[in-house]
């Protein structure tokens, strides 16, 4: 890959081989790019896990109470924290599954209870967006706008899901 355009004066190649010939004049060509390289690399990998960690954040940040579960974490040991972030995510996984079998039995007060405690738990552990999920249903229910209940429900699986996403990779790192 090298284009030589010499009206401009212009050449260009990788820019391993560019590093390459300026180092020939000094006998270490080889050695000088090699590291270079593992540098780069080096460099591209550290970029990218910096980036991902941001995106796990950000996300964070739209469905947690990342200040709360920074508390949280500060204040037991990072075991404790993920066991209580564990249970957190059963209890709301088993609250959802008592929605949905509200929902199909057709027992409206049932879905409002179980929503209200979903909600209560949600607002505990700071799953914000969870908890505002499960308040939209009780709203949609109690006005009887099932079309409304029935997207409802199908965003707090999404919701739940990128929820989870998050606490788990707080749990990766030890509840931070």
Known sequence: MQ???IAHGVVAAPWH???????VAFGCAGLVSGLLA????RSIIQTRK???RRRRAQRAANFLDVEFL???ASAAPPARIAA???AMMEDCRNRIGDI???AKAGDLFRLQEESAELAESCEAFGAEALAAEARALIVAVRDQA??????TLLEIDTVAQLTFGSLSDRIAVGGR
């Open 3 to 5: 284009a030589v355009d």
């Open 50 to 52: 910096d980036l991902a």
């Open 146 to 151: 099932f079309d409304q209940a029935a997207r």
């Open 17 to 23: 081989e560019a590093i390459g010939v300026g180092f």
């Open 38 to 41: 593992i540098v780069f690399a």
């Open 100 to 102: 949905r079998d509200a």
């Open 70 to 72: 920074d508390g949280l």
């Open 84 to 86: 209580l972030l564990k």
